[in-house]
């Protein structure tokens, strides 16, 4: 087509899952694990903006994808953060073009919720070149050494990782670039304290101009390293990169009761003052571990979203799709 090039490539941000660990928790008559919703709006088969899913039959956990869009809605780049179970679902439930071509997949930390669907993922995309007669290139995987040994002492894993990732070591606070098709996508990894889970980082992606915090997972503001250094420290450190992000998505694993490893929306707010987002969304969140009678508890995607709306701010919904 005539005057297609890459200045009318936009950016794009699909949330593949938004729930915590457990998704849904068999046995429990929680309202949150009880609301199924059967009844889901076709996903669009562009990029286009699109609201999403609340409460979902298949909860995915938290990932979310960086997306490059053609002037004709199909995806010719794609960076994915996280990638554990439901994830591989949730991208196929979305049938825009060139989304199962993924350029690179960051992980933000160890834990299952985001890496539990590496297995399904490299293989699925390895069998897929092979089944179509390409040949397959093994998709470059970033994170830090600490994720990348855990990652290897897993029965089984070490194998999925040779055969269809390419470590490329992220450091904290050392900027990297991404080739995400036709886009160079700069991404600055920021050590945070979570828990115990070594060598932590949340992600800020810039690109076509635009820039995109991906907050998760992450410990309470005055959260300390060994040494000292607070978790706020290191986003008033960065406080310059930050401001104004396009997109901050952030973690909210409990809405008013201290959590470990984790933060409160209460707490998070002073993560979004220094940020300053043109626009946030909770994710990552739970509606269990406020615990039972307390604000939180049992909350629904719906309920979520109303309080949060409260806040002025929204809750990340499985499936949407926003333009950036
Ligand atoms: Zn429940
Ligand atoms: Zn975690
Ligand atoms: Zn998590």
Redesign the pocket.
């Known amino acids: 087509m005539v005057g297609m090039n890459h200045q009318h490539d936009s950016l794009w941000v699909r949330v593949n899952g938004a729930a ?2 457990f998704g849904r928790e068999l046995g429990c008559t929680c309202a949150r694990c009880r609301t199924v919703n059967h009844h889901l709006a076709p996903a669009p088969d562009r990029l286009a903006n699109f609201s999403g899913w609340e409460d979902p039959p298949h909860r995915a ?2 990932s979310a994808s960086l997306l490059i869009g053609d002037p004709s809605g199909a995806v010719v780049g794609h960076v994915l953060v996280d990638a ?1 179970g439901g994830v591989v679902d949730s991208l196929v439930c979305a049938p825009i073009p060139g989304l199962g071509d993924i350029s690179a997949v960051l992980l933000t930390h160890r ?1 299952r ?2 890496t539990g669907g590496l297995t399904q993922l490299g293989e699925s995309l390895r069998r897929a070149a092979h089944a179509s007669g390409r040949d397959f290139a093994k998709v470059p995987l970033y994170c830090t050494l600490p994720t990348h040994e855990d990652l290897h002492k897993r029965g089984g894993l070490s194998q999925v990782l040779e055969r269809c990732f390419d470590f490329r070591e992220v450091a904290p606070e050392k900027p990297f670039t991404v080739d995400a098709g036709p886009a160079a996508v700069r991404v600055t990894p920021l050590p945070v304290v979570h828990g115990n889970a070594q060598g932590a980082v949340v992600y800020l992606a810039e690109a076509l101009q635009k820039k995109v915090l991906f907050a ?2 992450i410990d309470t503001p005055e959260a300390a390293f060994p040494e000292g250094r607070t978790n706020l420290d290191v986003f008033q450190a960065h406080a310059s990169l930050l401001n104004r992000a396009d997109l901050h998505l952030q ?1 909210c694993n409990t809405w008013a009761a201290p959590g470990k490893g984790h933060t409160t929306y209460h707490q998070s707010r002073r993560y979004f003052d220094i940020v300053a987002a043109r626009r946030t969304f909770l994710i ?1 969140y739970s509606g269990h571990e406020d615990g039972p009678g307390n604000p939180g508890y049992g909350w629904t995607d719906a309920q979520w979203q109303a309080a949060a709306a409260q806040e002025g701010i929204d809750a990340a919904r499985q499936g949407m799709v926003m333009q950036i």
Do not use: I, L, R, Y
Request: no cysteine; glycine share 8%; charged share 25%.
């Open positions: 915590h660990s956990n938290t554990g834990h919720d985001h998760w997972d973690e990552h």
